[in-house]
C-alpha cells in the first residue's frame, strides 16, 4: 500500500519562520514528517506520494539533499574518504513528489495524485503534523473487517480548554475538561479504498461533502484510541513533542522497541486471514499488498 502525505498547507499557526513549510518543522534531528514516514516504514509501507504546496522547491531539496548521517551511527575512515552507515533511514523508500497546488484543499490535493494511485485497491493518508503511538495493524484489522471504503483514527482532542453547557438563558449548568468529555476528533490518520474517488467531487474538501456521502452509504468508519496522539498545531505543541523526543521517551518511535519489525508486521496478517477476509490486499508472505 502507498502512503499519501499532504504537505502542502501553510500552518499559519505555528510557523516561527515563514520559509519553512508546517512538515518540515523539526523535531530533533528531522522534520515532523520524517518522523512520520519512519512510522511507516515500521509497518512496511515504504512508497511515498508527498502532495505539495506552499514551498514545495524547501520539500523536494531536502530530500535531493538528505544526509542519512545526521540522524544515524556510522564510522569515517581513509581520513573522511569514506563513510560507512551502520544504520539507514531511506535507502529502501519511494518518494514521489507532486506539486498539487499552493491554495488546494485536502479533497482537491488527494484528486491531484489519484493517478499515482492507479492500481491500488488501497492505500493510506495523513496530514503530516501529527503523530501517534498506535499499532497501524490494529486500524489495518479493523478496517478490512468492515469492509468499508474509509477509515480514520478517533482520538481525543489534546486541548487546554473547557467545555460548557448553559440552559436557554444562559444559566451554566457544567464546565467540563474538554479532555474528559465524550467529545472524540479526526486524528489524521486515514486508510482508504480506491473508491473513495467515487465520492469525490471537483474541489471538495475531503472531510466535508465526500466524507457525509459515505457517511450516508455507511461506509466510513471510525477505529478509536486513546493512548498517546498528539497533533503538531501551535508552537506549544511543537515544544512538547520536541520534549519527549529530547529525553528518549518519544511514544511515535515504536521502532526502538520492536527490534523484530517482520514479526509485528506478519502476525496481524495472521489473524485478519483467520477472521475470513483472505484476499483482500494480503500476499501469501504476509505483507499488507497494495
Known amino acids: 500500500m502507498k502512503v499519501v502525505l499532504f504537505c502542502g498547507g501553510l500552518g499559519m499557526r505555528i510557523r516561527d519562520n515563514e520559509n519553512i513549510p508546517k512538515p518540515m518543522i523539526t523535531i530533533g534531528y528531522r522534520p515532523i514528517v520524517c518522523h512520520l514516514m519512519k512510522y511507516y516504514a515500521h509497518f512496511g509501507f515504504k512508497d511515498f506520494i508527498l502532495c505539495l504546496g506552499y514551498r514545495a522547491d524547501y520539500i523536494k531539496n531536502y530530500f535531493l539533499t538528505y544526509n542519512e548521517c545526521v540522524s544515524n551511527d556510522f564510522t569515517l575512515s581513509e581520513g573522511g574518504r569514506k563513510v560507512d552507515l551502520l544504520k539507514s533511514d531511506i535507502s529502501d523508500w519511494r518518494i514521489t513528489f507532486v ?25 493510506l493518508a495523513n496530514y503530516a503534523d501529527g503523530l501517534t503511538d498506535l499499532n497501524l495493524n490494529d486500524q489495518l484489522s479493523h478496517f478490512f473487517a468492515t469492509g468499508t471504503v474509509a477509515s480514520f483514527l478517533s482520538v481525543k482532542p489534546n486541548l487546554s480548554l473547557h467545555s460548557v453547557s448553559t440552559d436557554a438563558a444562559g444559566q451554566v449548568t457544567g464546565i467540563e475538561d474538554i479532555a474528559q468529555t465524550r ?16 465520492y469525490m467531487g471537483e474541489g471538495e474538501e475531503l472531510v466535508v461533502q465526500p466524507f457525509r456521502r459515505l457517511i450516508g452509504k455507511q461506509q466510513l468508519v471510525a477505529f478509536q484510541h486513546d493512548t498517546f496522539w498528539q ?6 505543541d511543537r515544544e512538547g513533542l520536541e520534549r519527549l523526543y529530547a529525553t528518549g521517551n518519544a511514544p511515535w518511535e515504536l521502532w526502538k522497541n520492536a527490534p523484530d519489525a517482520e514479526r509485528s508486521i506478519t502476525e496481524p496478517v495472521s489473524a485478519l486471514v483467520n477472521v475470513g477476509i483472505e484476499g483482500r490486499g494480503l500476499t501469501a508472505r504476509g505483507d499488507w499488498a497494495g
Not at 467529545?183 to 467515487?198: A, T, Y
Not at 497533533?231 to 506549544?236: E, I
Open 231 to 236: 497533533a503538531m498545531d501551535t508552537f506549544k
Open 183 to 198: 467529545l472524540r476528533v479526526n486524528g489524521g490518520f486515514f486508510v482508504f479504498r480506491s473508491d473513495i474517488f467515487d
Open 99 to 123: 506539486d498539487t497546488g499552493l491554495h488546494s484543499n485536502i479533497g482537491m490535493r488527494l484528486k491531484a495524485v489519484e493517478r499515482h494511485l492507479a492500481g491500488e485497491e488501497y492505500f
